[in-house]
């Protein structure tokens, strides 16, 4: 069975949206609500570090926003980013926004996936 990580934006789907998160995260990055993404892209794109990185692992990746998720998967009291291990129809918590709020380099995000699929917990807690 395939395993795909879920990486959810703190951020609702539409072009009116990611517009107004662009010009948010260029005037006021400090109050900016995605720290998955403040981390993981710049103003023009993700970071080919980022790219090349997730490339490389063993899982299957998939990209969401907070209100798309919800309306596919549920977890109306979700607190966002997060990032989500689905296998078949189940799909759980494996790294929390907490986890990723506590990230402040593409490094750091990286050690705290590779550490989620190398030894998965059951919290959605993981580590630094």
């Known amino acids: 069975m395939n395993t795909t990580f879920i990486f959810v934006y703190n951020a609702k789907s539409g072009l009116f949206n990611k517009l107004t998160g662009f010009a948010h995260k260029i005037l006021s990055p400090q109050t900016y609500a995605c720290q998955l993404c403040q981390i993981t892209h710049s103003n023009l794109g993700m970071h080919p570090e980022w790219q090349n990185f997730l490339k490389e692992l063993p899982v299957l990746i998939e990209f969401d926003y907070r209100d798309t998720f919800i309306k596919k998967h549920g977890f109306p009291e979700a607190d966002f980013p997060a990032i989500y ?11 929390d926004a907490t986890s990723i709020r506590a990230c402040r380099t593409i490094t750091d995000l990286q050690r705290l996936v590779l550490q989620q699929i190398q030894s998965p917990t059951t919290e959605g807690q993981v580590n630094l």
Not at 85 to 95: D, F, N, T
């Open 85 to 95: 291990q689905k296998s078949g129809r189940q799909v759980k918590l494996a790294i």
